[in-house]
């Protein structure tokens, strides 16, 4: 089980000293049978007033802080780290019932999966439900995961990355049609395109290792966004249509969700005057461990704990 360094910087700056609402902070990665913590540390500059810990309705660690000083500046890392254990496509096993397409979720899985197989955008011309109906053999002899896999390689092929810090997603149609986008773009297109064909899917946020720096997963140097799909014999699979990837390989999760919005790694206010704010910096690493995390700054710890600005980030 590879032992990674995950490391994500976000700074805000401002002409002259503002004022912070409270922030919700989704940094930690989650824990399971394939992703275990061995330290984490959340710092932030100013120092909240208050910080505390909860669950979200999906299980996500979010850290919620509140502020009592103003500041030029507002600064939040995130430093863990955590092995890693890949899951590759030969190793997703489907129950025989499940094997070929289409097939019915069981009675006792359906009531918890139905939020996740409901549509989230408008397709009155069926634009989206036409380009996912194209993956499924006309002989009746489509094979699941082959099917799901075909959708998210056809999207890493045929669609150009672009990145885009801005907040907010391109809808499906509007993917389609630009036939380029942002990993959470192409992950709202393939969540759309296989719910219209019955799956449960749900969005993740979290992060993408590359290896190579220069032959590399996209999606790198950020936050990254793929999909979850509910494969019985299996549980929630991973897909990222941005990089084809298959399996958990090089994929850290965050956050689960059922929509985008859900899965903000950084969202809050601030206060001050209306052209206060110059600009957001974003630094994330993710690289082989070698050890537990260095010291902190003993000057700083006091005043390193937790927060963001109203703007928000992914790839």
């Keep these: 089980m590879p032992l990674l360094r995950v490391r994500h910087l976000t700074e805000y700056s401002y002409r002259q000293p503002v004022s912070f609402g409270e922030h919700r902070i989704m940094m930690r990665p989650r824990e399971s049978f394939d992703q275990r913590l061995v330290e984490a540390r959340l710092t932030v500059v100013p120092e909240p007033r208050e910080l505390r810990w909860l669950h979200d309705v999906f299980g996500n660690s979010v850290a919620i802080a509140q502020f009592d000083r103003r500041a030029t500046a507002l600064t939040v890392e995130s430093e863990v780290v955590l092995h890693h254990a890949p899951l590759a496509q030969a190793q997703v096993d489907v129950e025989d019932y499940a094997r070929l397409f289409p097939f019915t979720y069981s009675s006792e899985d359906m009531p918890d999966l139905l939020r996740s197989i409901e549509r989230q955008h408008h397709d009155p011309g069926r634009v989206v439900d036409n380009w996912a109906r194209a993956f499924v053999r006309d002989d ?44 959470r773009d192409f992950a709202v297109l393939m969540i759309e395109a296989v719910r219209a064909l019955g799956f449960a899917a ?23 966004a793929w999909v979850r799909i509910f494969l019985p014999g299996s549980g929630w699979v991973e897909f990222d249509p941005t990089n084809g990837i298959i399996g958990n390989r090089g994929l850290i999760r965050v956050a689960v969700a059922r929509d985008p919005y859900q899965a903000i790694p950084l969202s809050g ?24 995390l260095p010291l902190p700054d003993q000057g700083a710890v006091n005043s390193r704990i937790a927060g963001t600005s109203r703007k928000s980030h992914r790839c």
């Design 269 to 292: 206010t601030w206060a001050g005057f209306p052209r206060s704010f110059l600009g957001m910096r974003v630094e994330v690493d993710v690289s082989a461990a070698t050890g537990p």
């Design 202 to 224: 749900r969005f993740i946020s979290g992060y993408v290792y590359n290896p190579s720096r220069e032959t590399g997963n996209l999606g790198g140097g950020n936050t990254h």
């Design 140 to 183: 009746g002899a489509t094979d699941t995961v082959g099917l799901l896999t075909d959708i998210a390689t056809r999207i890493k092929h045929d669609f150009t990355y672009v990145a885009r810090h801005e907040k907010g997603t391109q809808t499906p149609i509007e993917t389609l049609d630009k036939r380029q986008g942002t990993c």
